[in-house]
């Protein structure tokens, strides 16, 4: 089972950037995925999730209507669009998969989670 994250990088406020999340070893398009995403020095904070159709999305109140997120079961990867983006959003983000919609308070409480990519929001 794997899942890897990427697009990741240093972007400046307002920015955009798309993250990927290419899932293998496992049956993506029964899971519910989700991006949580960990800043220096704070918890993990649960993002947002999408439904294993993807017809049900969710996100958190601090990235509403500046994130998207979707997927794609034919290529088993699921994304992140993140647009106007702030220094506070800088974090690891990691996707994670699991069997239902609800969020966990922990990374490690999913059933499966990637590595992380690192994303810099700074001028």
């Known amino acids: 089972v794997q899942l890897a994250e990427s697009g990741g990088g240093l972007v400046q406020p307002g920015g955009s950037l798309r993250l990927s999340c290419a899932a293998s070893g496992f049956a993506f398009s029964i899971y519910f995925m989700h991006w949580v995403r960990q800043a220096p020095g704070k918890g993990q904070e649960w993002m947002s999730s999408m439904s294993p159709g993807g017809r049900t999305t969710n996100y958190a109140d601090s990235v509403k209507g500046r994130f998207a997120i979707s997927r794609d079961n034919a290529k088993n990867t699921l994304y992140l669009q993140m647009n106007n983006l702030k220094p506070e959003d800088t974090a690891v983000y990691y996707c994670?998969?699991?069997?239902?919609?609800?969020?966990?308070?922990?990374?490690?409480?999913?059933?499966?989670w990637g590595q992380g990519t690192q994303v810099t929001v700074s001028s």
């Open positions: 994670a998969a699991d069997l239902t919609s609800v969020r966990r308070s922990s990374l490690r409480q999913y059933r499966y």
